[in-house]
């Protein structure tokens, strides 16, 4: 029922009754309105694939990240002119949300409708911690996947694997586009084949199939599945790529390796149009087992139930824990207080009142900073922070060194309230073993990998027209995939917002023994001739960094892309490896 109708049903003299019958239906109505815009601009995905509308795509990815908060708002002004004075009233919100849980009972992801209807309730009341009285909370449960079905198609593998992948990309909206689609199943099929070999998997694929819904991210289209034979499962995600030759298979993924990055967490959002969000989260998680259920529904784009399933996830942990919060593993931080649960691979974050000499960023401009991650491309190399606001912790649950840094260094955001700390402001991110701890702690063979993927970390993310701004090794992390990622955003900014010069040669000797630049330094220059002693990179590190990433530290490389960003070129990280065997016969 649309607002006119449930305004109706409060017209004056109304119960109480019939009131939160109105106030929740129209918030029900609020919901699917949200639901059906943000269905309908994450099927502008196949249109932007099949058109190349890359531009356009981007545009699409960004309205429909703000889109939740947007209608939270509209929702919530609705209710404010509905509802008076009662807007305020606990007693008629518990009364809304029953009449809401009989509304939402039957419905395919009702988890969602739970969250939007606690968006709404914790800003009216500024919730701290959690009001069972009008929120909906399931701490001690999983969330509900069992509702809806995921629509599958099944392919017949008697006659052939080619012939059943030839069919699998003839079922796909944009097959007509496909360059010679039997030399591309023959491609994949022989990538199946050779993977299966390198595996010692003997037999003949038996079932094969695939979400039905095509999987949308930047220039890219996956065909996600699974395939299984005599005692044997994996997973099969296909990536094709549509340029000026037409529609091709770009790479094959049929490893826990590649597939589970693929979904990560530092990964921009996927655009599938998925009737049921909790019937795909578990199909993925047959094939990606262990999956965090959290970063499945935000890599699908439902950021906010993913927070959701996090904080569930947080505090269940919490019953069922015994170990204090402590300083996370690293260097502190001289814009956050960062810490952790050694049992939980989640660190808190927490801006300080006043950040120490040379930081000269607001609190403002830092949470500014991390908007922009939430909205950009994080191309596989940038943290997706979850926001968090008043939370409620047991006070015991925290170091004593650790608590009173909180209370003296971030007391604008930190509280005692009786027995518990309250945290108003925080953003919560995965654990990583920070990389100036990694390379002193690996072996030499890992260091260097590490240290090659951190140039290649500077490389993805100048591509996508970031700049860390702080590139020291401290401010970047390793995943548990060996894959270096940054997550301090205080000073990162865009590439096309630096002034990158060459460093300007020493008139003298006295030039060159000089603490401070004796030449003019405006706010935006950046000298990457001095990047490497800043790094502090010595020995074998020192060579591999300057043996694969040296053209990183010249200011004509990054002026290059500089130029290239302000023509609007359209410049990509892939979040796989390409394949030889597809590559040449597709």
Known sequence: MHMDGARQLAAPGAGTAALADAVARAIFAAFEDYNQEFRAITRRAQRRFEECEWKLGARDAVERIELYDRRVEKCLAGLVGRMGRQVADE??????????????????????????????????????????QVEFVALDLEPTLDAGVAPCRHYDTAQGLGAALAAMLADQPWSRLIRDQAAAAAGIAMEVAGLLAARGLEGAVEELETLTPVFYRGTRAFVVGRMAGRGWMLPLVVALKHDEQGITVDAVMMSDYEVRPLFGFSRSYFHADLASV??????LRTIMPGKATDELYTVLGRARQGKTERYRTLFRHLQHSHDQFVHAEGARGMVMIVFTLASLDIVFKVIRDRFAFPKTATREEVMDKYRFVFRHDRVGRLVDAQEFRRLRFPLQRFAPALR????????????VEGDDLIVEHCYLERRMKPLDVYLREADTAAARRAIRDYGQAMRDLALSNVFPGDLLLKNFGVSRHGRVIFYDYDELCLVTECNFRDLPAARDAEDEVRAEPWFYVGPNDVFPEQWLDFLGLRGELRAEFLQHHADLLTAGYWRGLKRSHEAEQHLEVLPYVARRTVAATS
């Open 278 to 283: 909790g019937a795909a989260v578990r199909f």
């Open 404 to 415: 009173e840094e909180l209370l003296a260094e971030a007391a604008q955001t930190c509280r």
């Open 91 to 132: 007693a008629a919100w518990v009364e809304v949300r029953r009449a809401y849980a009989e509304l939402i009972g039957d419905c395919p992801d009702r988890e969602f409708y739970k969250t939007f209807f606690n968006s709404l309730t914790r800003q009216v009341f500024a919730t701290v911690g959690v009001n069972d």
